[in-house]
T-cell receptor
Framework: DVKVTQSSRYLVKRTGEKVFLECVQD?????MFWYRQDPGLGLRLIYF???????EKGDIPEGYSVSREKKERFSLILESASTNQTSMYLC????????????FGSGTQLSVL | SQQGEEDPQALSIQEGENATMNCSYK?????LQWYRQNSGRGLVHLIL?????REKHSGRLRVTLDTSKKSSSLLITASRAADTASYFC????????????FGAGTRLFVKA
């Protein structure tokens, strides 16, 4: 089975801190995604990557950046965390024989105080 | 931008009843998927229906797709308390690439 692992389940940071959210997948998928999930808004796409060192903006990229130095790892960076970035962050990957089926990590609940 | 919108936002039924959730979307698609999310966890893929398909079944799940109305429905038959979760539709546009857009979800509560 595909495994997508997010480094932290819960994270508490202070306003202005630089925050790194890490995601690793073990199925050699080309495509990886970062979503944030807020009550009533569903999942909104922040950034995605279709290859190493490639990235594309999603619908809400402001305040975020990403890094994909290795195929299996996709990092989301909050350059200067703000309280409105308090949210559940979900990483996903897709590719290979699984077609368009997204595999999700368990999520990181980030609180910015 | 939110491509899919689910209806209703929340649904409460008794165990054994059927649950129907609807999804509407805005642009042409290649396929539509349904996912399930247990509280505070990641999403799990349930079923995918392609744009040239009208109906698909998987166990107690039945999905229909009407591309002329840009809508889909997910039917869960003989629901169980363990079906309590949020359900999301997700669409891939027909412009290529792997950008998958999700709706806001339907929260289903099945009472034992």
């Amino acid at each position: 089975d595909v495994k997508v692992t997010q480094s932290s389940r819960y994270l508490v940071k202070r306003t202005g801190e630089k925050v790194f959210l890490e995601c690793v997948q073990d199925m050699d998928h080309e495509n990886m995604f970062w979503y944030r999930q807020d009550p009533g808004l569903g999942l909104r796409l922040i950034y995605f990557s279709y290859d190493v060192k490639m990235k594309e903006k999603g619908d809400i990229p402001e305040g975020y950046s990403v890094s994909r130095e290795k195929k299996e790892r996709f990092s989301l960076i909050l350059e200067s965390a703000s309280t409105n970035q308090t949210s559940m962050y979900l990483c996903a990957s897709v590719g290979g024989i699984q077609g368009r089926k997204l595999f999700f990590g368990s999520g990181t609940q980030l609180s910015v105080l | 931008s939110q491509q899919g919108e689910e209806d209703p936002q929340a649904l409460s039924i008794q165990e054994g009843e059927n649950a129907t959730m609807n999804c509407s979307y805005k642009t042409s698609i290649n396929n539509l998927q349904w996912y399930r999310q247990n509280s505070g966890r990641g999403l799990v893929h349930l079923i995918l229906i392609r744009s040239n398909e009208r109906e698909k079944h998987s166990g107690r799940l039945r999905v229909t797709l009407d591309t002329s109305k840009k809508s889909s429905s997910l039917l869960i038959t003989a629901s169980r308390a363990a079906d309590t979760a949020s359900y999301f539709c997700a669409t891939d546009g027909d412009t290529g690439g792997f950008k998958t857009i999700f709706g806001a979800g339907t929260r289903l509560f099945v009472k034992a």
